[in-house]
């Protein structure tokens, strides 16, 4: 079928200056569950983790969500939702960092971390943005997960 984003998607590394910020997923992850100390916040299918690095390059404060608004789609079109809980242990799992709506001042360098419930059997996923670039980030499916 056709694909929307087939002319204007990006691979994992590759940055996009977009909507007031300079940003790339650096990472992605599989796992079953996260942690936030001892407690685990398991999936029903697998975590996909993104980490996404951003520099505001505005003249003011800003949030990422604000203008760049993320989120994860199949090839078919499918929108999977962010999940809160998720997202916040795997910001601390992955070494404190921060969150699609953590101010950043001008000028100032983020480390995002979004995760998001897929099912075992989801293909070819892609970060949808509200700036018109999609980043591929590769076929769920296949990837390895990190714990079971």
């Not at 079928?1 to 200056?17: L, R």
């Not at 998720?86 to 995760?115: K, M």
């Not at 070819?124 to 079971?148: C, P, Q, R, Y």
């Amino acid at each position: 079928g056709y694909a929307p984003w087939v002319n204007d998607d990006v691979g994992i590394g590759q940055e996009i200056e977009a909507g007031g910020w300079r940003f790339k997923v650096s990472e992605v992850h599989k796992r079953k569950a996260v942690y936030f100390y001892n407690d685990a916040h398991v999936a029903m299918g697998h975590y996909l983790i993104v980490i996404i690095d951003a520099t505001n390059l505005q003249g003011g404060t800003d949030y990422f969500d604000r203008n760049i608004d993320p989120w994860v789609t199949d090839e078919s079109g499918n929108v999977f939702d962010i999940s809160g809980t998720a997202s916040g242990y795997a910001r601390w799992q992955y070494g404190g960092i921060s969150s699609i709506y953590t101010v950043v001042d001008p000028g100032n360098f983020v480390r995002i971390a979004i995760a998001v419930d897929l099912p075992d059997t989801t293909g070819k996923v892609l970060l949808s943005t509200d700036v018109g670039k999609w980043i591929d980030l590769g076929n769920f499916a296949a990837m390895a997960s990190e714990d079971n």
